[in-house]
């Protein structure tokens, strides 16, 4: 892990950028604005940039900027994320994540998933406690490759905290080394796997996910493990990640991975300031339980998810969108 924690100037200095760039941008529409945003953050503080930029070289697996600043009428956490999205809450929150989140890659979202919005709420919503998807909360969201489905996932996932008084906990875990025996690494690095869209994929407008067997959604199939022998790179996602049906001895590899996976689990609280920004390549998150109150003091973070080169994704795309289908 590498951490940077903002001074004082810093700190004012990216309030200001931030505010600055929300009234230019009216009203607030991060797709339209994220151009904007990545060459507005070359005037982020040159010791924010150095360390981001060497981080990313370093591919640091878990990155986090301290001290940012948050909304100072921050308020109440919303009841969904429809609601945030309806009244721009948090908006200025939005941009100084999109302006950190630019140093390292370019942001990007998914048109099915929260309306196609660049920027997420994470919060938790009535009726969707036990769900499968962020807005659940007494249920533990499974460790996972975000957006595990696809070949164009994000290299990382950045998130940003608003509010946290539980301080619920981001649980985290890799692939620690000499841990799965190389026939198993040999085995998880062949394309005998399917990766499925999690509910969140397949949800519509409305939040309602329908009712779809795994088996009844679109797949693709590749290898748990690639990338280079010395540190393995990761897609699994327990709940949307079988073998190929008939396949027994992949199914046993995929098994010792996961309780590999879960023997190695770590807790990161993210306090209210800090954004933490995750390789997706490298680590699977997840969140731990806890009892929403729906007051509007709950948990409440920002997220989004960036590639290094968003022209990967138009491989798959008829137009030069950051909103993928």
């Not at 989140?101 to 196609?116: E, I, R, T």
Request: hydrophobic share 40%; net charge negative; with cysteine.
């Amino acid at each position: 892990m590498s951490r940077y924690t903002l001074d004082h100037a810093e700190r004012t200095h990216i309030a200001e950028l931030a505010e600055k760039l929300l009234v230019n941008h009216q009203p607030w529409r991060p797709l339209e604005a994220v151009e904007a945003l990545r060459a507005e953050a070359e005037e982020l503080p040159v010791g924010l940039r150095r360390f981001m930029a060497t981080a990313r070289l370093d591919e640091d697996a878990v990155i986090t900027v301290a001290n940012l600043p948050v909304s100072a009428d921050l308020v109440p956490t919303p009841i969904s994320w429809q609601a945030a999205a309806e009244a721009t809450a948090g908006a200025v929150d939005e941009v100084t994540l999109l302006l950190c989140a630019s140093l390292l890659g370019d942001p990007f979202s998914w048109a099915n998933q929260q309306g196609g919005r660049l920027v997420h709420d994470v919060i938790p919503s009535k009726g969707m406690e036990d769900s499968l998807t962020s807005a659940s909360s007494e249920t533990q969201l499974t460790l996972h490759t975000e957006d595990v489905f696809h070949s164009c996932r994000g290299d990382w996932v950045a998130l940003m905290c608003l509010r946290n008084p539980d301080n619920v906990g981001t649980t985290i875990s890799g692939i620690p080394a000499g841990v799965l025996p190389a026939e198993n690494v040999e085995l998880l690095r062949q394309d005998r796997f399917r990766f499925y869209p999690d509910d969140s994929h397949i949800a519509s407008l409305d939040g309602v996910t329908p009712s779809l067997a795994l088996t009844d959604r679109p797949y693709e199939q590749a290898g748990v493990l690639f990338g280079p022998a010395e540190d393995l790179y990761l897609r699994i996602d327990p709940d949307f990640t079988t073998a190929v049906p008939g396949d027994t001895e992949a199914e046993q590899a995929l098994r010792a991975c996961e309780e590999a996976l879960a023997g190695a689990t770590s807790s990161v609280v993210i306090n209210p300031g800090e954004a933490v920004f995750i390789d997706n390549y490298r680590l699977i998150h997840g969140r731990e339980v806890f009892t929403p109150r729906y007051d509007g003091t709950d948990r409440w973070l920002k997220r989004t998810s960036m590639v290094r080169d968003i022209r990967r994704s138009y491989v798959h795309e008829r137009s030069r969108s950051r909103v993928l289908g």
